[in-house]
């Protein structure tokens, strides 16, 4: 049946679907295959068709089965009345839907669906918006696009720095700069001047800068001003930053400004290759790393620095629903002591910790490089992780950590999935 002769849907409930509004009015939640019927818009070619069940609406259309939850639709109403389109938000009050709620008529022409509530309330839906918006349409999609790197794939892969003139004037700059931040979770812009000013420069480009115990721009040496052994010459091994933090740091930014001496190199390992491996090769090792909480902690009295912060969290951090991992927590210089792990858990919470080590610390996936005055350094601190060769000599490093939702929203502005 045409939808065309269902137009009457609107006022009246033609014979075929007074069916389903009988089937509301007998308080049925749920309809048999024989009584929901499905209605065309036009030739099966134009493929749209609809389908009225107890709870919700199925929708084929663009070569997608999608289902919508009535009150879905109608929270979903993107009318003057219920939603500002001038700032984005919905003005309707969702706990003033009745949970069974069901509209009264439908009606879906080429580009639209219309329905009717029971208080006469008309939404219409634009036939894409729903494919994009369904369920259906979006679960394909991974959250953030990223392509795991070790020293080999990364080198192959031969991505640009961007040069510092470009990145700070052309939106082209920008944008390559941070599509191979978000790619690879680290990124370089060459040619800036090595000052802490033009540092600054080119961090508020991309985002705001974070402020933290250890200030807004800091500077370091290895004069042990702070209680930490980045303060040091030693060798510093792979971690990542702030995990005394309840949110670790999104960014960090290095810029070296100076450096008379021997080694020093950084190194950079992407954590989420390494928990890859461990996924693969011992699934219930990663489980394990993701469920166990932990505590990192930063305990300061040097001078006039006395700071105490801990931040709870497990290594792996997945998302519930889809199990993506988003964030590492690992740095075995601040984890605290283990006494949030029930006995017989922590041996096999060693093992699983030495598996992801194992995998951190194979020379393929050590990717070196010497960060010299002119070349700054954008880490994805919640994804790859740092570490320093020992040195000998003055050296000195500026930088800043950078906050991630802002990082994101410059991404999105310039037309990038993040
Ligand atoms: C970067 N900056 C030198 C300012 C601070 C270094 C913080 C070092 C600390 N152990 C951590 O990993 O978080
Ligand atoms: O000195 C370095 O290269 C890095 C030290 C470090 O890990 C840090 O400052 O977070
Ligand atoms: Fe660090």
Redesign the pocket.
């Known amino acids: 049946m045409w939808c065309r002769r269902l137009a009457c849907l609107l006022s009246v409930p033609c014979q075929h679907t007074r069916h389903h509004l009988l089937g509301l009015s007998c308080g049925r939640r749920t309809f048999t295959a024989a009584v929901a019927r499905w209605h065309h818009t036009a030739p099966e070619s134009l493929s749209c068709a609809w389908q009225l069940h107890g709870d919700h609406l199925e929708l084929r259309y663009a070569n997608t089965l999608m289902r919508f939850d009535f009150v879905w639709l109608r929270d979903h109403c993107r009318s003057a009345s219920c939603y500002n389109a001038k700032t984005n938000q919905r003005s309707l009050d969702t706990a003033s839907v009745d949970l069974s709620i069901r509209p009264k008529a439908v009606r879906v022409d080429e580009t639209t669906l219309f329905l009717t509530w029971p208080d006469g309330h008309v939404t219409r839906y634009g036939l894409q918006w729903l494919v994009k918006n369904s369920y259906e349409g979006q679960k394909q999609q991974v959250m953030h696009p990223r392509i795991l790197w070790n020293a080999e794939i990364y080198r192959q892969a031969q991505v640009p720095s961007v040069d510092c003139r470009s990145f700070l004037e052309t939106d082209e700059g920008l944008k390559e700069f941070l599509q191979n931040f978000l790619l690879y979770g680290i990124a370089f812009v060459e040619n800036v001047t090595p000052t802490k000013e033009d540092t600054q420069i080119l961090a508020e480009r991309i985002s705001l800068i974070r402020e933290t115990i250890?200030g807004r721009m800091?500077y370091?040496t290895s004069d042990f001003s702070?209680g930490?052994?980045?303060?040091t010459k030693l060798a510093l091994d792979r971690?990542?930053?702030?995990?005394?933090f309840q949110e670790p740091c999104g960014i960090?930014v290095f810029h070296c400004l100076k450096h008379e001496g021997t080694g020093g190199r950084t190194l950079l390992v992407d954590g989420f290759y390494a928990a890859e491996q461990v996924l693969r090769q011992a699934p219930d090792q990663f489980e394990l790393l993701s469920k166990v909480p932990l505590k990192h902690e930063?305990i300061e009295n040097v001078g006039d620095c006395h700071n105490h912060m801990i931040g709870v969290g497990p290594v792996l951090n997945v998302y519930p629903w889809n199990n993506e991992l988003y964030l590492i927590r690992y740095?075995n210089?601040?984890r605290a002591v283990i006494n949030t792990v029930p006995y017989d858990v922590v041996n096999r919470w060693y093992t699983a910790h030495r598996t992801l080590t194992t995998e951190l610390r194979r020379p393929e996936n050590e990717l070196w490089v010497k960060l010299k005055p002119g070349k700054a350094l954008f880490i994805d601190n919640w994804r790859v992780l740092h570490g320093r060769e020992a040195f000998t000599g003055y050296r000195q490093?500026c930088?800043c950590y950078l906050t991630r939702d802002d990082v994101l929203n410059t991404a999105r502005l310039l037309g990038l999935q993040a």
Do not use: E, P, V
Not at 239 to 244: A, C, F, I, L
């Open positions: 250890y800091w370091f702070r930490d052994t980045a303060y971690h990542t930053d702030t995990t005394y960090q930063y740095n210089y601040d490093l930088g």
